[in-house]
């Protein structure tokens, strides 16, 4: 089933909108999109534990350029609290709720 987090995404240019959409496959892995700045890209790697703590890569191309990252976080009851991991920094991602 796939199970979609929104929030946003704190980068240089101050907060933006982002998606996390993560299909789950049983065996402690999912697959997974994550989109930004109107740009999406495919999560790699993704692993998830029964209690929602994931990790992940991408690469996403945006007006800040290509952008390889790692993701990590949890999500939980509806909600995401992580960060992504890239050459511009630690950027926090948060449901709306959680800010």
């Known amino acids: 089933m796939e199970e979609v987090y929104e929030g946003k995404i704190k980068l240089p240019m101050g907060k933006k909108d982002f998606k996390l959409t993560i299909t789950r496959n049983g065996d402690g892995s999912f697959d997974g999109e994550f989109t930004v ?4 890209a495919p999560i790699t ?3 998830i534990d029964d209690e929602g703590n994931y990790t ?3 690469k996403i191309t945006t007006i800040l350029g290509t952008q390889e ?3 990590e976080g949890r999500v939980h009851d509806g909600l995401i609290d992580g960060v992504a991991k890239c050459r511009i920094g630690v950027l926090p991602l948060k449901s709306n709720e959680l800010w």
């Open 69 to 71: 990252a790692t993701t």
């Open 45 to 47: 790697d993704g692993k």
């Open 37 to 40: 700045l109107g740009s999406t």
């Open 56 to 58: 992940g890569a991408c």
